[in-house]
C-alpha cells in the first residue's frame, strides 16, 4: 500500500486545476489575515480559491457560479443577520468543486427558509464534519437541495432534516436527527432523483397534528432511487404519529421509487409502500474520513460476502453510470491503493498517508472499491474527502 501513497503528488499534477490562492479570513483581523467576514472574502475569490477560517462567527453568503474551498474548524460558526438569506450555493459549473468543511451553521431568524440552501450546482458540493442546525421558527427542513447532480454529505449532523428535489445526494457516516419530540417532519425527503445512504443514521420528528399534516418517516420518497449500504451499524428509524399512538416505519413511498437494502442495515417498519420495487443485496460499503498535511486520510471497506476487492483512489469527478454501479473517479488520476478478499462480512481497514506539501491543502480526494463475488461486480459509493491543516 505504501508504493502507492509515494504517487499522490501526480494527483496534484494531473488535476488539470487552475493556479489557486489561500485567503485567511479571521473575525477579529488577526495578523495575517485578509478579511474578518466571509462575504467579503467570498466576493474577492476567484473560482477554486481556498478560504482558511479561523476561530469565530461569520455572515452568511451567497456563492454562485464557483467553487471555493472554505476550510474552518472547532469554533467556527456561520449565523447571518435577522432576515437575511442564508447561506446559499448555486449554479457551480460542472467543472468546479465547493468544499464546506469544519463549520457550524447556527439556527437563524428566517421563517420557512433552509439554513443551508444548494440548488443548481452542477459540480460537486462536499459538506464534511459540519453541523446544520434548523431556521428558527420555521417548521421546513434545515437543508434545501435542488436540481443539483453530486452532493455528498461526509460525517456531518443535521437537525431538522433534508429535503432533496431532483437531485442526487450522498449521505455518507452522517446524521439527520430532530430534537427529542420535535416537529414531525421526515429525516431526509427525496422526490425526482436519487438517495445513498452510507453507515447513516437517520431520526425523525414527532408529529404534531396541529403544525403539520406532514408524517415523519425516516425517509419519505417520490420518483426516487435511493440505496442503503452499511452494517448493523446503520440505523433509520420511524418517527411516531401522535394521532394513531403508532410508530411510522423508516421508509415510505409515494409512488415509482425504487430502494436497494442491504440486509445488514437495521430499520424500523415495514417496506409495503415499495410493492416489489425493493431489491435486498449485499453492496460495498466505503468510509472515508478526512485527513491532515503530514497525516493520513484512513477509512474502512465493508465488503460483500465472498468477494475479492480492490480499493481505488483519485481525483474526483461528477458520477458516470456504470454497469457496476456509479463511478466518482476520474480516470486520468486513478490509482489503485489496496487489493483483497473476504470470506465473511468484516471490516477492512485502510490508509492513505499525505506528505506535508502545502499545495495538497484543499484538495479533494475520491475512494471507491470494486468486489467481485460470484453474484457478479460492484461498485461502492464513494468516500469523497478533503485535505486540511
Known amino acids: 500500500m505504501r508504493r502507492y501513497a509515494t504517487l499522490l503528488p501526480l494527483l496534484v499534477c494531473t488535476s488539470l486545476l487552475s493556479a489557486q490562492k489561500t485567503w485567511i479570513v479571521d473575525a477579529r483581523g488577526g495578523l495575517g489575515s485578509h478579511f474578518s467576514d466571509l462575504p467579503q472574502a467570498v466576493q474577492k475569490a476567484k473560482d477554486g480559491d481556498i478560504l482558511l477560517m479561523r476561530p469565530g462567527r461569520y455572515s452568511g453568503v451567497t456563492i454562485a457560479s464557483k467553487g471555493l474551498s472554505i476550510l474552518g474548524g472547532n ?48 459540480g460537486i458540493v462536499l459538506v464534511e464534519e459540519c453541523v446544520v442546525l434548523e ?20 460525517h456531518s449532523a443535521v437537525r431538522q432534516g433534508l ?29 425526482g432523483g436519487s438517495l445513498e445512504l452510507n453507515q447513516a443514521t437517520i431520526v425523525p420528528g414527532f408529529h404534531r397534528p396541529h403544525t403539520s399534516n406532514v408524517l415523519p418517516y425516516g425517509v419519505e420518497a417520490k420518483n426516487s432511487t435511493i440505496l442503503v449500504r452499511g452494517d448493523s451499524f446503520s ?28 440486509p445488514d442495515v437495521t430499520y424500523e417498519g415495514k417496506l409495503t409502500s415499495f410493492g416489489n420495487r425493493v431489491i435486498r443485496r449485499q453492496m460495498p460499503s466505503l468510509m472515508a474520513r478526512s485527513g491532515s498535511l503530514g497525516g493520513m486520510i484512513q477509512g474502512e471497506l465493508y465488503p460483500p460476502a465472498g468477494s475479492a476487492f480492490v480499493i481505488l483512489v483519485a481525483l474526483p469527478m ?23 478478499s473476504v470470506t ?25 472499491a470494486f468486489s467481485s463475488n460470484q453474484r457478479g461486480f460492484q461498485l461502492s459509493n464513494a468516500g469523497v474527502t478533503a485535505i486540511h491543516n
Open 75 to 122: 469554533g467556527v460558526s456561520i449565523q447571518p443577520a435577522v432576515n437575511k438569506a442564508p447561506f446559499t450555493i448555486t449554479n457551480l459549473p460542472k467543472t468546479s468543486k465547493m468544499v464546506l468543511r469544519g463549520l457550524r451553521f447556527e439556527e437563524w431568524a428566517y421563517r420557512a427558509k433552509a439554513t443551508l440552501q444548494i440548488s443548481s450546482c452542477r
Open 163 to 191: 429535503k432533496s428535489l431532483g437531485s442526487d445526494l450522498v449521505f455518507n457516516g452522517s446524521l439527520s436527527y430532530y430534537k427529542p419530540k420535535g416537529f414531525g417532519f421526515p429525516g431526509i425527503i427525496t422526490e
Open 344 to 368: 465473511t462480512r468484516v471490516r477492512k481497514s485502510y490508509s492513505l498517508p499525505l506528505p506535508k506539501l502545502s499545495q495538497l491543502l484543499g484538495l479533494n480526494l475520491a475512494f471507491q
Open 318 to 340: 461528477n458520477k458516470i453510470s456504470t454497469p457496476w454501479g456509479d463511478s466518482w473517479l476520474d480516470p486520468r488520476s486513478t490509482l489503485p491503493l489496496s487489493v483483497g
Open 235 to 262: 440505523d433509520i428509524f420511524g418517527g411516531f404519529d401522535q394521532v394513531t399512538r403508532k410508530k411510522l416505519p423508516a421508509f415510505f413511498d409515494h409512488g415509482g421509487s425504487r430502494l436497494f437494502l442491504d
Open 135 to 154: 431556521p428558527h421558527l420555521a417548521f421546513g427542513p434545515a437543508v434545501s437541495i435542488s436540481s443539483s447532480s453530486s452532493v455528498v454529505f461526509n
